[in-house]
């Protein structure tokens, strides 16, 4: 068992990532946290696939356990079904011992979070994430959130997790197109963190995608570490922790004008990188070649690199910047951008909407 601890004084929890480990969750529940009582958040797919073998782990420790089930995807992440599984929890009688386990993607452990962060104003999290995406990114930092009409992630909480459970033998179950969506976030750890690790990514990506147990393990061990650092040095977004959202800027405006269904997250966010890449060397900001190496990562990987032309140039472009002026990252119409300053470092640096797109050829 490999453990990554997020260090966040008396709220630190630690990452345990094993595979083959998901039936083991109960025992840890019991002998670690003294739990008596579990609520599973899961959706049909990933319940169907993956949720007899928690069940049972959980059984097998003597704990009472019910499973509640959520829509694919972004559709779940809503106040109206935060507010469905309030009443399911109500009707089940958790209570503040209760601990709330999220099995499934990142909008699983999206939604599961808010509603234990704000249920009873706080019950037990565990985080087990079923994608690669959610392993190496959303699992991890205590960001919870539904969407808005308006805008992705703008109603939500910062509630850390009592423990995140990686097992990656889960991720044999997913599509293609899931996988290449987490390498998108394991890509972007390198390329804001650690430039011998996106080095290491060059050479290995390919191993990593096709399952490979070691590369994977090491990939996914790897890039989690990055994110527990920078969460530890800051948890709330204040200042370092911003450069985790290097592509998510626009990313997420490419989800909100496409209506986040004709896209999956991490190939906007890999659009996002690449476009921010560019942008980075056009300011100067970053040697020529930074961005060539970036695309060249992504292309190994199956991910898309130019912006979707939804609606025609211009109407598409200003489609994105109605979308990032309710971006969460505004200050004053100014965003928070994130850009790289070689491989393995980046920065942010504030601007406009419309001075995103000034001088870029798409």
Not at 240 to 268: D, K, M, P, Q, S
Request: glycine share 10%; charged share 25%.
């Amino acid at each position: 068992m490999n453990t990554v601890q997020v260090m966040l004084g008396d709220r630190s929890y630690p990452i345990r990532i094993r595979p083959g480990s998901l039936a083991d969750l109960g025992e840890t529940l019991v002998r670690e946290f003294g739990a008596a009582h579990v609520v599973s958040i899961t959706t049909p797919r990933v319940g169907e696939a993956h949720f007899e073998t928690l069940a049972r782990g959980l059984s097998s420790a003597d704990l009472a356990h019910q499973r509640l089930d959520v829509p694919e995807g972004d559709r779940a992440k809503t106040l109206s079904h935060a507010s469905r599984l309030y009443d399911s929890l109500i009707d089940l009688e958790a209570d503040r011992d209760t601990v709330i386990v999220a099995l499934g993607g990142g909008a699983v452990g999206d939604l599961a979070g808010f509603v234990a962060s704000t249920y009873l104003r706080g019950v037990a999290l565990v985080q087990v994430p079923t994608t690669l995406l959610a392993q190496v990114d959303s699992s991890v930092g205590g960001k919870t959130a539904v969407n808005h009409s308006r805008g992705k992630n703008l109603i939500g909480t910062f509630f850390q997790p009592r423990l995140v459970w990686i097992d990656p033998a889960v991720l044999s179950t997913l599509p293609a197109s899931e996988l290449r969506c987490g390498m998108a976030e394991i890509i972007k750890a390198g390329a804001i963190w650690d430039g011998e690790f996106f080095a290491w990514l060059e050479k290995n990506a390919k191993g990593v995608t096709a399952l490979d147990p070691e590369l994977l393990s090491e990939a996914i061990v790897r890039a989690v570490r990055i994110k527990a650092e920078v969460v530890g040095l800051d948890e709330r977004e204040a200042g370092l922790r911003a450069l985790l959202n290097f592509g998510h800027t626009l990313g997420h405006a490419i989800e909100n004008v496409l209506g986040y269904r004709e896209i999956h997250h991490g190939e906007a966010v890999a659009i996002g990188m690449m476009f921010a890449a560019r942008l980075s060397e056009r300011r100067e900001l970053a040697p020529a070649g930074t961005a060539e190496r970036l695309e060249g990562l992504l292309d190994c990987v199956g991910l898309p690199t130019e912006l979707p032309d939804a609606l025609g140039v211009t109407e598409t472009r200003e489609a994105y910047l109605r979308a990032m002026t309710v971006d969460k990252k505004v200050r004053g119409r100014q965003l928070g951008f994130v850009v790289l300053s070689e491989i393995g470092r980046a920065k942010v640096i504030k601007l406009t909407p419309e001075e995103v797109f000034e001088g870029a050829d798409q």
